[in-house]
């Protein structure tokens, strides 16, 4: 087991809020992939202005969900693979297991997103897009202050991809008060349950909540001095990735309300090229690969953290172990293109997840072998059995992944 990470004593208030707020955008730009636009799109086309309830009530989910994990990792001074370990021997080599495969499926597909959008860009094909952004990725890790350049890529590409959807948002003109009252007063509060459970899985489920909280581990902003600063960045990442949620949704339902019907084969892109033309078309490639990108790069970065324990030598070579994980992707995506059977799979594992990191963090939290004498706030527990109870509900629907693969 790796040794715990003790505070570093000197660190200036300024790097710590850099480092701080670096977690935070390294956490919701991993959530903020490929996936996240075409699944926030469709459902807006689906539910329109009703789709707003279901955003609001995952990012109130979201964040009692991070805020559990966030806290144990800085009390525990352990990655997440360590405190499950701890709670129950072997079971952090399972979840190890689950992060690190389906972490190096969507990885493809997040590869594949950055193929797409230099496709947008400059009309080169997806595989010469995918290895130049590869090289672009690995260069980052490359860098001497590999930590430090993942925050920068993570704040400046994180903002870059709200201000282009902003501008977006505003030239689509979406009925923001029928929004305001349907995100409290919907028409069928039923109907938004699966959207909502969706939502939780796809912002804080499999590696994505555990990307901050490692970040601010290895930056050694841990224990129980720390942990406003750490509630203030896990807070920070769940508010910045609704905000993006939120503004791509009114950007679709101004579309959407205005008659224009979204193409099926991609949605989001239609979304911006209804609202502002060929410019709108041009956003969205940019905006595509800096979802893609800083998805490859948090992604990859989570999910080789996970080993970091168990094997020494990973933890020794971390930054070149991550290089080799995004390569490794990036030539599975340009020899095989996406392996569908492979992206259910892990897609369906990923929704299990969830409930037994949680679960896990949950049952941390009160083990004073682990968290010592820290005292669990009991709102932060219900708020973590309630996502636990949503996130089994969402493992169970997404097994049927796997099941039909076997019709």
């Given at each position: 087991?790796?040794?715990?990470?003790?505070?570093k004593?000197?660190?200036?208030?300024?790097?710590?809020?850099?480092?701080?707020l670096?977690?935070?955008?390294?956490?919701?730009?991993?959530?903020?992939?490929?996936?996240?636009?075409?699944?926030?799109?469709?459902?807006?086309?689906?539910?329109?202005?009703?789709?707003?309830?279901?955003?609001?009530?995952?990012?109130?989910?979201?964040?009692?969900?991070?805020?559990?994990?966030?806290?144990?990792?800085?009390?525990?001074?352990?990655?997440?693979?360590?405190?499950?370990?701890?709670?129950?021997?072997?079971?952090?080599h399972?979840?190890?297991?689950?992060?690190?495969?389906?972490?190096?499926?969507?990885?493809?597909?997040?590869?594949?997103g950055?193929?797409?959008?230099?496709?947008?860009?400059f009309?080169?094909?997806?595989?010469?897009?995918?290895?130049i952004?590869?090289?672009?990725?690995i260069?980052?890790?490359?860098?001497?202050?590999?930590?430090?350049?993942?925050?920068?890529?993570?704040?400046?590409?994180?903002?870059?991809?709200?201000?282009?959807?902003?501008?977006?948002?505003?030239?689509?003109?979406?009925?923001?008060?029928?929004?305001?009252?349907?995100?409290?007063?919907?028409?069928?509060?039923?109907?938004?349950?699966?959207?909502?459970?969706?939502?939780?899985?796809?912002?804080?489920?499999?590696?994505?909540?555990?990307?901050?909280?490692?970040?601010?581990?290895d930056?050694?902003?841990?224990?129980?001095?720390?942990?406003?600063?750490?509630?203030?960045?896990?807070?920070?990442g769940?508010?910045?990735?609704?905000?993006?949620?939120?503004?791509?949704?009114?950007?679709?339902?101004?579309?959407?309300?205005?008659?224009?019907?979204?193409?099926?084969?991609?949605?989001?892109?239609?979304?911006?090229?209804?609202?502002?033309?060929?410019?709108?078309y041009?956003?969205?490639?940019?905006?595509?690969?800096?979802?893609?990108?800083?998805?490859?790069?948090?992604?990859?970065?989570?999910?080789?953290?996970?080993?970091?324990?168990?094997?020494?030598?990973?933890?020794?070579?971390?930054?070149?172990?991550?290089?080799?994980f995004?390569?490794f992707?990036t030539?599975?995506?340009?020899?095989?293109?996406?392996?569908?059977?492979?992206?259910?799979?892990?897609?369906?594992?990923?929704?299990?997840?969830?409930?037994?990191?949680l679960?896990?963090?949950?049952?941390?939290?009160?083990?004073?072998?682990?968290?010592?004498?820290?005292?669990?706030?009991?709102?932060l527990?219900?708020?973590?059995?309630?996502?636990?109870?949503?996130?089994?509900?969402?493992?169970?629907?997404?097994?049927?992944?796997?099941?039909a693969?076997?019709?």
């Open positions: 087991m790796a040794e715990p990470v003790i505070s004593p000197g660190v200036s208030t300024k790097t710590n809020w850099s480092v701080l670096g977690a935070a955008f390294i956490m919701a730009t991993s959530a903020i992939g490929p996936g996240f636009l075409t699944q926030t799109t469709v459902f807006t086309e689906k539910f329109q202005a009703n789709f707003a309830f279901a955003i609001l009530a995952s990012v109130i989910i979201d964040i009692g969900a991070q805020l559990n994990v966030w806290r144990i990792i800085a009390i525990s001074r352990m990655r997440g693979q360590d405190v499950a370990n701890k709670v129950f021997p072997g079971l952090g399972f979840v190890a297991f689950l992060i690190v495969m389906g972490g190096l499926a969507f990885n493809i597909g997040n590869i594949g950055t193929g797409m959008a230099l496709n947008v860009l009309g080169m094909t997806e595989q010469t897009g995918a290895i952004s590869c090289l672009i990725a260069a980052i890790f490359a860098s001497k202050e590999a930590g430090a350049a993942m925050d920068t890529v993570a704040k400046v590409l994180g903002g870059l991809m709200i201000l282009l959807t902003t501008y977006v948002m505003f030239i689509s003109n979406p009925p923001v008060a029928d929004a305001v009252v349907k995100s409290v007063f919907p028409d069928n509060y039923g109907m938004l349950m699966l959207p909502m459970i969706t939502l939780v899985g796809g912002t804080v489920g499999g590696y994505i909540t555990f990307a901050g909280g490692h970040r601010l581990l930056a050694g902003i841990v224990g129980q001095e720390n942990l406003k600063e750490v509630n203030k960045s896990a807070i920070t769940i508010v910045v990735t609704g905000i993006m949620r939120t503004i791509l949704f009114l950007a679709a339902l101004g579309v959407v309300a205005g008659g224009a019907v979204l193409a099926k084969s991609n949605p989001p892109a239609s979304v911006f090229q209804h609202a502002a033309g060929q410019m709108g041009k956003f969205f490639g940019i905006v595509l690969w800096a979802a893609a990108i800083t998805s490859v790069v948090g992604c990859a970065y989570t999910s080789v953290s996970f080993l970091r324990s168990t094997f020494k030598v990973i933890d020794k070579y971390n930054s070149y172990f991550i290089m080799l995004i390569l992707s030539l599975v995506f340009v020899i095989l293109g996406r392996p569908v059977t492979i992206l259910v799979i892990a897609g369906s594992l990923n929704g299990l997840i969830l409930p037994v990191t679960g896990v963090m949950l049952l941390a939290a009160y083990n004073t072998k682990i968290v010592g004498e820290y005292k669990h706030p009991l709102w527990l219900v708020f973590g059995i309630l996502a636990v109870l949503i996130s089994v509900y969402a493992g169970a629907t997404s097994l049927q992944g796997i099941a693969l076997w019709k």
